[in-house]
């Protein structure tokens, strides 16, 4: 079962059929990861606050303003404050979203900007001890998104953690990563992972490869899989 950030009671879900992905209506009772808010004061502390008196499973927070490129310090103050937090929540997984600026596909000046702000929410994470960093690939060639997204890990000194992930999207135009087995490309032999919105995945449509769950064809980083096929699919545990 995946289920949207932010479902309901009721909401269409992705729902297992015969081994398939399909969309209809199911009661379901889960609390989906979702974005929660940065209060002023407490800074991103202010986030684990919010996620636990929701009672979410995972929570995930923008480093620094979506819409901009300008960095945002953390004070030795909030990132104690975050990481207390998280540990008296039991260790709440977390997630922190890439600016929607970074556009890795680019060329020029708007790749090197999309590569730095990248390896800064990559530096963020690590720090505040945050396991995941999601990023939109953006429009291009797809060798160059996964050339800046190395990059950005090498920028950042990133070993085995956060991890970054890249979201699979809706398609139009230029955009890398509607296609499973491109995301599949993307990640293969590398420390890269996938996030997979099940928002974009409908909005995309139908799509000839199919979203077969179980498929191991290099859906996952690291090395490994074989070549070409579908994105194999492994959930991990919130």
């Avoid at 769950?213 to 690291?222: D, E, S, T």
């Amino acid at each position: 079962l995946l289920v949207p950030a932010g479902a309901v009671l009721g909401d269409a879900v992705w729902l297992v059929d015969d081994g398939r992905a399909v969309r209809r209506p199911v009661s379901v009772g889960v609390r989906a990861p979702d974005r929660v808010e940065i209060r002023g004061g407490i800074g991103v502390a202010g986030a684990v606050e919010e996620a636990t008196a929701l009672g979410l499973t995972a929570f995930q927070i923008f480093a620094k303003s979506p819409r901009s490129w300008r960095p945002r310090a953390l004070s030795p103050a909030e990132v104690e404050a975050f990481r207390a937090l998280r540990e008296a929540s039991g260790g709440l997984p977390a997630v922190i979203h890439a600016s929607y600026l970074v556009n890795l596909g680019a060329e020029g000046e708007l790749w090197e900007k999309s590569v730095a702000s990248l390896a800064d929410d990559l530096e963020k994470a690590a720090l505040l001890g945050v396991e995941y960093v999601v990023v939109h690939p953006g429009s291009g060639r797809p060798e160059r998104v996964k050339e800046g997204a190395l990059k950005a890990l090498r920028l950042a000194g990133v070993r085995s953690r956060p991890v970054l992930l890249v979201e699979n999207t809706a398609g139009g135009g230029e955009k890398v990563g509607a296609r499973f087995e491109e995301l599949a490309w993307l990640v293969a032999d590398t420390p890269l992972q996938v996030c997979l919105d099940t928002c974009h995945a409908h909005a995309g449509g139908p799509r000839p490869d199919g979203l077969v769950l179980g498929q191991k064809v290099g859906g996952r980083g690291g090395g490994g899989g074989e070549a070409g096929g579908g994105l194999g699919v492994e959930v991990d545990p919130y």
